[in-house]
């Protein structure tokens, strides 16, 4: 049963026009962005975004942030740290599903400690709670 949560922030996005070919913006209009389905998946592509780079660019950002957390309590630096997400869509059964592979760089740390703060990061980070156990997420420490 899920946990009930009181939202310290909410945002708001709105899709528009033609789906994966239309347009989003959020309610505060800092996102503004045209969307293009990628080559792969039968569209355009070229240089417009699609729902596949945002959900990337913001498991990327929100991993980052609970790694730096738990490093910092622990005592630990991230200085030169990156998150990389790739982000794969592909069939299933019914429809269509996601895959992420995580690659997590700590150039400060040996490869235990690095992997320790990992698993600690997978296990507070708000995309990981979300998707734990409905998608496949891969973490590797680089």
Request: aromatic share 6%; with cysteine.
């Amino acid at each position: 049963m899920p946990q009930t949560i009181t939202p310290l922030y909410t945002t708001r996005a709105t899709a528009y026009g033609d789906g994966r070919n239309g347009h989003v913006t959020s309610d505060d209009d800092v996102l503004d962005l045209d969307l293009a389905v990628p080559k792969e998946l039968g569209g355009s592509g070229g240089d417009l975004t699609n729902p596949e780079q945002l959900f990337a660019a913001g498991y990327a950002a929100c991993f980052h942030s609970a790694l730096k957390l738990v490093a910092g309590r622990a005592g630990f630096s991230t200085d030169g740290s990156t998150v990389a997400a790739a982000v794969g869509i592909g069939k299933l059964d019914r429809g269509l599903g996601l895959r992420v592979a995580l690659e997590i760089t700590l150039p400060n740390l040996d490869r235990a400690q690095a992997q320790q703060l990992v698993e600690q990061a997978y296990r507070v980070c708000p995309y990981s709670n979300a998707t734990r156990g409905n998608i496949d997420v891969a973490l590797t420490v680089v």
